[in-house]
C-alpha cells in the first residue's frame, strides 16, 4: 500500500510587505537606519498639530459602549503618529531617568547585538560549539533567572506563610 505524497501549501501572510527585497548583504547600521526611515515616513508623516491633539473643547465624556467604540475606531488611526510619539517619549525619559533601567536595556540590546554577529558554525566556548539560539536561549534564561534571584519577596508572600 502506498502513501500519496500531500502538496501542502503555507498561506500567505496578508500583512507581509509583498515587494521584493534586496540581498545584498546589509550591516546592521544600514538595517537600523532603514527601519529609522521607514518608522520616520510610514508613522511620524502623519502626525496631527498639537493644537489639534489636545483640543479639550472637543473632549467629553462618552455617552456609552457605542460611542467609545466609535472614537475609538476613527481616533486610533487618525492620531497613530501621535500616540506612537507620546509612547517613544514617555519610554526615553523611563530609560534616561532610571539608572538601573537604562543600564539592564543597555546589557540587553548589546547582549542581543553580539548575539546577533555570531557565525553560522557557532561559537566555540571551551570544548563545547553553541549556535545562535542556543546562546539567544542562555541568555534569556539567564536574564529571568538572574531577575527571580535579585527580587525580593513581596509583603503579601512574606506573610502568607506565616500563617
Same mark, same amino acid.
Given at each position: 500500500m502506498s502513501n500519496p505524497k500531500l502538496n501542502y501549501s503555507l498561506p500567505t501572510n496578508p500583512f507581509a510587505d509583498s515587494t521584493p527585497q534586496p540581498t545584498t548583504n546589509q550591516s546592521p547600521a544600514s538595517l537600523g537606519l532603514g527601519l529609522i526611515e521607514k518608522f520616520r515616513k510610514e508613522r511620524l508623516s502623519s502626525l496631527r498639530p498639537i493644537a489639534e491633539?489636545?483640543? &479639550?473643547?472637543r473632549m467629553?465624556?462618552? &455617552? +456609552?459602549?457605542a460611542q467609545i467604540t466609535s472614537r475609538l &475606531?476613527?481616533? %486610533?488611526p487618525y492620531f497613530q503618529g501621535?500616540?506612537?510619539?507620546?509612547? %517613544? +517619549?514617555?519610554?526615553?525619559? *523611563?530609560?534616561?531617568s532610571n539608572g538601573m533601567l537604562m543600564f539592564s536595556v543597555a546589557f540587553a540590546v548589546g547582549g542581543t547585538h553580539l548575539i546577533s554577529c555570531v557565525p553560522a558554525e557557532g561559537v566555540v566556548i571551551g570544548q563545547n560549539t553553541y549556535n545562535a539560539r542556543q546562546l539567544q536561549t542562555g541568555a *534569556? &534564561?539567564? +536574564?529571568?533567572? +538572574?531577575?527571580?534571584?535579585?527580587?525580593?519577596e513581596t509583603t503579601e508572600n512574606r506573610f502568607s506563610d506565616a500563617v
Open positions: 491633539f489636545f483640543d &479639550t473643547s467629553s465624556k462618552p &455617552t +456609552g459602549v &475606531t476613527r481616533n %486610533l501621535n500616540y506612537t510619539l507620546m509612547f %517613544l +517619549g514617555i519610554t526615553a525619559y *523611563s530609560v534616561v *534569556s &534564561t539567564v +536574564g529571568i533567572l +538572574g531577575h527571580a534571584a535579585v527580587m525580593e
